[in-house]
Nanobody, 125 residues
Framework: QVQLAESGGGLVQAGGSLRLSCAASGLIFSDYNMAWFRQAPGKEREFVAAITHIGGVADSADSVKGRFTISRVNVKNTAYLEMNSLTPEDTAIYYC??????????????????WGQGTQVTVSS
């Protein structure tokens, strides 16, 4: 059974930083492309960043370029999202997702087969 478990969310002041983790189990992690999405209250889930199974950055949203960095350590079965210069607009539930093959754009939710339960990130002004 595939499980993705996010952690590292919390409350931070504007301008601060957080590092999210996504621990994977039940799959061969190094075979899977990974991504982070987020969903703010009343909004649709939106793409943040994606990384290929071998660690190349597949894509990232314009809104986070230069502030957020996606990475992974395959021997730890874990993907990360380093978030810097946070603003209140980054407040959302952050989800990690996994897919073995990109049949569609990495930025689409429909491209992913497995999802975590999410971790809340709240940025205060």
């Amino acid at each position: 059974q595939v499980q993705l478990a996010e952690s590292g969310g919390g409350l931070v002041q504007a301008g601060g930083s957080l590092r999210l983790s996504c621990a994977a189990s039940g799959l061969i992690f190094s075979d899977y492309n990974m991504a982070w999405f987020r969903q703010a209250p009343g909004k649709e889930r939106e793409f943040v960043a994606a990384i290929t199974h071998i660690g190349g950055v597949a894509d990232s949203a314009d809104s986070v370029k230069g502030r957020f960095t996606i990475s992974r350590v395959n021997v730890k079965n874990t993907a990360y999202l380093e978030m810097n210069s946070l603003t209140p607009e980054d407040t959302a539930i952050y989800y990690c997702a996994a897919t073995r093959y990109y049949a569609r754009s990495p930025g689409l939710t429909s491209s992913y087969d497995y999802w975590g339960q999410g971790t809340q990130v709240t940025v205060s002004s």
